[in-house]
């Protein structure tokens, strides 16, 4: 089950008591105290893990403990430590106080290990407080209490392309044709009801992660549909791909208006991510004119048709793209525009080296 949020309270532990005790061995005269210091409470720890993509372990729980430090004992021994708790997640983890709002990690590096609360120091025992006018003292300190937070995790998946489109525009068709992603798909809208990560191969040694999230419709950054709560899953993406359905009873330049508003709606900083376009469901249109349609959609964002490129487009439908030969990458503009059938496989494969190439250009 993908679960992308989770709340709860988190303690480290309590220090261990001090001990009050006296030496008591044979031929040793007038043994004075030897009580041991308490242990130190357990530590809490973040690990972020890649071998989890989602926050279920922390589903229906509501409190983490570390353990406690044990007590002291004679003979000026320590207690045991109390053993630390490490909570893993998955890259893309944000940890957030939950009466405050505040993000206290984000967590993107695989392996890292951030100290979240530390444990209770442990109480001093009666050896401690022995001077020249308490030769026998009776009395210890108490371990300190554990720190307590209440806390929210918040997953971002991390990508490295991101899938922006109205519901059954063929998103997730094109990530399953593409990927080795198996999403659920049908002839229905919001078929996609949470995120899906998909492993794109170009080539033979070469490879990029795509990413699926449920469709936007109007007003997704307000709350409406399932948009707004999944909106979060692309802020992570470096580059967009907006999949615009030219079989849609919407236009395309419609649904691209849309789309791009409410994305900077969401995120002004995730609008200014160099993106792309493609025009899915080529096998699928219904009206009079598909070439026509694409030229004039081309046209209205302002942008000219292109007749050559490095990708081997199928020329049967006029498309666009950046000359990166005689002039630099502008990103204020779509890479590409690009007619493609996921049923068909149309430009599928031409698909996947374009989008590696926009990727390149964000290093």
């Known amino acids: 089950m993908f679960i992308d949020s989770a709340r709860f309270s988190v303690t480290s532990g309590k220090g261990g008591q001090g001990c009050a005790a006296f030496r008591r061995e044979k031929f040793v005269v007038k043994g004075g105290p030897d009580g041991g210091d308490g242990g130190k409470g357990g530590d809490v720890y973040f690990l972020v893990d890649n071998n989890t993509d989602t ?4 589903k229906g729980r509501k409190f983490f403990k570390a353990d406690n430090g044990a007590q002291g004992l004679g003979g000026r021994m320590t207690g045991k430590s109390g053993e630390a708790l490490v909570l893993i997640v998955p890259p893309g983890t944000q940890v957030i106080d939950d009466e405050t709002n505040e993000v206290i990690f984000d967590l993107i590096e695989l392996g890292e290990k951030v100290l979240f609360l530390e444990g209770g120091k442990g109480g001093l025992g009666n050896t401690h407080f022995k001077n020249s006018r308490n030769q026998r003292p009776t009395y210890f300190q108490p371990g300190l209490p554990g720190e307590v937070r209440k806390i929210r995790l918040e997953l971002k998946l991390i990508a490295d392309v991101g899938l922006v489109g ?11 044709v593409t990927s080795n992603a198996s999403p659920e798909i049908a002839n229905y809208e919001f078929t996609t009801l949470t995120p899906k990560l998909g492993v794109v191969t170009v080539g033979d040694y ?4 795509m990413a699926d999230i449920p469709g936007i419709i109007d ?7 399932l948009g707004l709560e999944f909106l979060k899953h692309i802020e992570r993406t470096k580059t967009l791909l907006f999949v615009i359905d030219v079989a849609n009873y919407r236009t395309m330049i419609d649904q691209y208006n849309v789309l791009k508003e409410e ?5 002004g900083e995730l609008a200014k991510r160099n993106y792309a376009i493609v025009l899915s469901k080529v096998d699928g249109y219904l009206g ?4 026509g349609d694409i030229k ?9 048709l292109t007749s050559t490129n490095e990708f081997k487009f199928d020329t049967q439908y006029p498309y666009y793209v950046q000359d990166l030969i005689y002039s630099r990458f502008d990103d204020t503009k779509p890479y590409f525009v690009l007619p493609i059938s996921s049923l068909t496989k149309f430009n599928i494969k031409s698909l996947g080296f374009a989008l590696y190439n926009l990727l390149e250009q964000g290093k």
């Open 296 to 304: 004039k959609f081309i046209e209205d964002i302002g942008l000219e």
């Open 288 to 291: 009079e004119d598909l070439e």
């Open 206 to 209: 070469n490879s990029f992660v």
């Open 55 to 58: 926050l279920s372990n922390y």
């Open 219 to 225: 007003g997704a950054s307000e709350g409406r549909g």
């Open 263 to 267: 994305v900077a709606k969401f995120s």
């Open 166 to 176: 109205y519901p059954n525009v063929g998103k997730s068709t094109l990530i399953s």
